[in-house]
């Protein structure tokens, strides 16, 4: 059962990479959970601290988020029905929104979870979406599909563990090449209420928060390169940012 929505989560994401050589990360941030129908609309003087816009997600082309993602599932077969779809993403901050992974559990008419989309953003302005059938764990296998990491190929496949948030956020994703698992991330956080308080703590504590998550990305691949690992070519995907 999904937490209500809205909601604040702070968050600790984590990257660890164990092939061709060791490597981990940590990054303290917070993200939203909100219904995909009705974003929350903060008072005008808060308003710069979390924008949730249609163009930062899918195609960028649609008037709003759950348009963008009806049409995505409609692509693939898949009717909602008008079920409640909740997300979990960054929001724009002071004009600026990455989103490494956007969640949105979408739910029939009876409240069951019929699929859950996650939506991957790289640092070249592409983004992605893998329609998951999660089991009762949460659980779901895809092909990767996307350049993200520039010291991967696209190959191999994801497992993601993605349960719906509750009162705690717990994400995890392997990346399985063969030979086993160079690649895993997690999100995990805590659940709080939105309140004006609440977010201007977590926005004094984690400035620029989205801005901060790229910029730690790219730090990151360049401390990779320098101990010699190799970039692999970046194919041309279709989907890119509309970050106008």
Known sequence: ?????????????????????????RHRTYMWL?????????????????????????????????????????GHGVRPDGGEVVMLTHARVFGHVFNPLTVYWCHGPDG?????????????????????????SGTAVAGKEFYV???????GRYRMRLPAPGDRLDLTVHLEREGGRPFTATVRGARHEVRTGTLLRLALRHPWSTLAVSAAIRLHGIRLY???LPVQPRPDHQHRENSA
């Open 34 to 74: 909100i219904d995909a129908d009705r974003p929350p609309q903060l008072p005008r003087a808060l308003r710069p601290l979390a924008r949730f816009e249609a163009r930062d997600h899918f195609s960028g082309e649609h008037p709003s988020i759950r348009a963008g993602l009806d049409a995505f599932l409609a």
């Open 226 to 228: 320098l101990r010699g």
């Open 1 to 25: 059962m999904s937490a209500p929505v809205p909601a604040l989560y702070r968050c600790a994401i984590a990257h660890v990479r164990t092939a061709p050589l060791r490597y981990a990360l």
């Open 149 to 155: 990491s520039p010291f991967f190929p696209v190959d």
């Open 112 to 136: 069951a979870v019929r699929c859950v989309v996650a939506e991957v953003h790289n640092t070249y302005g592409e983004r992605h979406c893998y329609l998951l059938r999660p089991d009762a």
